[in-house]
């Protein structure tokens, strides 16, 4: 962040629950009060909204619908996630660049968000198809007391957060798809992606990346590609702000992460339990090579989904080797 508007914009989002003084703006941004008057008027030009009182100064009311570190910022009821942001207009990947923050000892709660990402990665080195600003592409960093064979539990609990937030605004009922894919009438809608280094008893810290499509209009089915997509929109044929969502995600998934850390994995195991597809349904899988069938009646607590078959034996799946 470096021009003069957008440190203003930072100023003014930093104390929208109060009145800043020109003089006080002045004096921070080492510019005359005219300068700053000037660049007032035009952030109103450009769609932002202030209550101004004679001698109190200025309060910032509304912001424009772009995303940016401000206007998620402004707003966010968090205490510690996306309190730093660092946003981009274009990257290859932000999970690449979180890993790489994460590495370097960034703080607990960092978020990297890119309106395009020019090398989207999914899970199992797939391509994420994110070259468009219609979605939700963001990855933050975590650095929890778990041991690595917990981490799965952090893709399950993203997932229900972001059944809570599509819940939230529409009217949707979405199912996940085990591991870490969220669908819509069995479309996938949002996809998660953990990954988390550490040694045998201790997670160093786990970058935590969500894919979600929100106002795309359509998709095109690439080579790859083995599943059909859709987005919130095409869903609801409404336009979504990608500013609320991310606010939104950020504050559900910070309250339901301290859920985690205090109640361990229970509670959530519950909530994932509740939108999970095919629960009680028979599957058609896969180990070590040999097809098996087996009814899906459960998740354990590392994570994996359960399945028992006719002689009510279970068993535990770690791969997705699953013919969902
Ligand atoms: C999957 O379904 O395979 C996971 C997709 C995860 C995509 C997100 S978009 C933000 C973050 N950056 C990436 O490169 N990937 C994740």
Same mark, same amino acid.
């Given at each position: 962040? $470096?021009?003069t508007r957008e440190k203003l914009i930072a100023l003014l989002s930093r104390h929208s629950n109060t009145f800043v003084s020109g003089q006080?703006? $002045?004096e921070q941004l080492i510019v005359s009060r005219t300068a700053v008057w000037k660049q007032i008027k035009q952030l109103e030009e450009? #769609? /932002?909204?202030f209550e101004s009182i004679p001698n109190? #100064? /200025?309060r910032l009311i509304h912001q424009p619908d772009k995303v940016s570190e401000n206007t998620i910022y402004w707003g966010l009821p968090?205490?510690?996630l996306g309190k730093q942001i660092e946003h981009y207009q274009m990257i290859d990947s932000t999970q690449t660049l979180a890993l790489k923050r994460a590495q370097e000892g960034c703080e607990q709660g960092l978020v990297i968000i890119s309106d395009k990402q020019t090398a989207g990665k999914g899970r199992r080195m797939r391509e994420w198809d994110s070259n468009n600003d219609d979605g939700i592409w963001l990855s933050f960093v975590l650095r929890p007391n778990l041991i690595p064979a917990q981490a799965p539990q952090l893709t399950l609990l993203t997932a229900t957060v972001l059944v809570k937030v599509i819940e939230a605004i529409t009217e949707l009922k979405p199912k996940i798809k085990?591991?870490?894919d969220l669908l819509i009438d069995q479309k996938k809608v949002a996809g998660i992606l953990t990954q988390a280094q550490g040694e045998h008893d201790h997670i160093h810290y786990a970058v935590i990346g969500i894919g979600l499509n929100v106002n795309q209009i359509n998709f095109q089915l690439t080579e790859m590609q083995t599943y059909q997509a859709t987005s919130l929109k095409i869903e609801t044929n409404q336009t979504f702000s990608k500013t609320e969502l991310i606010q939104l995600f950020l504050s559900h998934f910070e309250s339901l992460y301290q859920i985690y850390l205090t109640e361990g994995f229970a509670p959530i195991k519950q909530k994932w339990l509740e939108s999970?597809?095919?629960l009680g349904e028979q599957l058609c899988f896969k180990v070590n090579g040999v097809e098996k069938t087996g009814i899906f009646v459960d998740l354990s607590d590392d994570g994996c989904l359960i399945v028992e078959?006719?002689?009510q034996k279970r068993e535990k799946l770690y791969s997705a080797d699953i013919n969902w």
């Open positions: 962040m $470096s021009s006080w703006l $002045s450009d #769609g /932002y909204r109190k #100064g /200025y968090t205490e510690w085990w591991p870490n999970a597809y095919r078959d006719d002689q």
